[in-house]
């Protein structure tokens, strides 16, 4: 069976420092990944999206990028974080296709920038 | 653009009471909607998807239907339990194949 793994699951961090999470999937090949973020009180935007290796793409401008240097590994960075760069950061996955599946996610890495 | 609302942002209900969670979108040219479950502090649990050739899903409990025509989907609870108790989020796709538009969810709580 397919697995998510996301980490940390909590993190603070100063204003200015960089950002570093990963997330991996198991038991699966070549999925679509994704990495969205869910503020206080707001719906979850997406952020970043890979149909594969080096394929990435970007859905908002920002202080963020992404990363996915393996097949099932998919890393959100940032150089410097923002106060704004705070929230609930979620990775998902779903099976390469039409984008017409369903959607798997990991549970998630709380960031708290102070 | 996809606009995905989901009314009411909070329920309250005894345990046992059958209820129904709204979501609407404004784009209906869609081909699935999903529901999904979260837990305080946790990640998104798939609870349904429904195709846009389908008009309902369904499993154990839980029952979703989706009237593309009026831009609608519920999702109805049988018999809740204080287990249920969780925000429940409707997602529809916007734009491009892989972008999901949440709405901000439902937070519901059983009370036993």
Known sequence: SQTIHQWPATLVQPVGSPLSLECTVEGTSNPNLYWYRQAAGRGLQLLFYSIGIDQISSEVPQNLSASRPQDRQFILSSKKLLLSDSGFYLCAWSVLGTGREKLFFGSGTQLSVL | ?112
Not at chain 2, 28 to 50: E, V
């Open chain 2, 1 to 112: 653009k996809q606009e995905v609302t989901q009314i009411p942002a909070a329920l309250s209900v005894p345990e046992g009471e059958n209820l129904v969670l709204n979501c609407s979108f404004t784009d209906s040219a869609i081909y699935n909607l999903q529901w999904f479950r979260q837990d305080p502090g946790k990640g998104l649990t798939s609870l349904l998807l429904i195709q846009s050739s389908q008009r309902e899903q369904t499993s154990g409990r839980l029952n979703a239907s989706l009237d593309k025509s009026s831009g609608r989907s519920t999702l109805y609870i049988a018999a809740s339990q204080p287990g249920d108790s969780a925000t429940y989020l409707c997602a529809a796709p916007s734009g491009s194949a892989r972008q999901l538009t949440f709405g901000s969810g439902t937070q519901l709580t059983v009370l036993p």
